[in-house]
C-alpha cells in the first residue's frame, strides 16, 4: 500500500502463525508481509490451518477457512 506522494507505506497482506515454518522464525508469533495475493494464496492452501491472514487495506482477517 502507499501514501498520496506513492511512497510504500506497508504491505497489503500481513500473514501470523505460532511456531516454525519458515527459515529465521521464531519460537513465539511470527509475522511476514506480502504484496501478491497469488503467494499469499499459496500460503492458505499449504497452511491454512495454521495461518492467519490480514488484508491491511481492507481490514478483514481470514482464520480458519472464514473472513472476519
Not at 18 to 37: I, K, P, T
Amino acid at each position: 500500500m502507499f501514501n498520496d506522494d506513492g511512497e510504500k507505506i506497508m504491505s497489503r497482506y500481513t500473514v501470523s502463525y505460532e511456531g516454525y515454518l519458515f527459515f529465521g522464525d521464531n519460537d513465539g508469533l511470527n509475522f511476514h508481509d506480502y504484496d501478491r495475493w497469488d503467494e499469499v494464496q499459496s500460503l492458505m492452501n499449504a497452511y491454512g490451518d495454521i495461518i492467519t491472514v490480514h488484508d491491511n487495506e481492507y481490514g478483514v482477517t481470514w482464520r480458519n477457512g472464514e473472513w472476519y
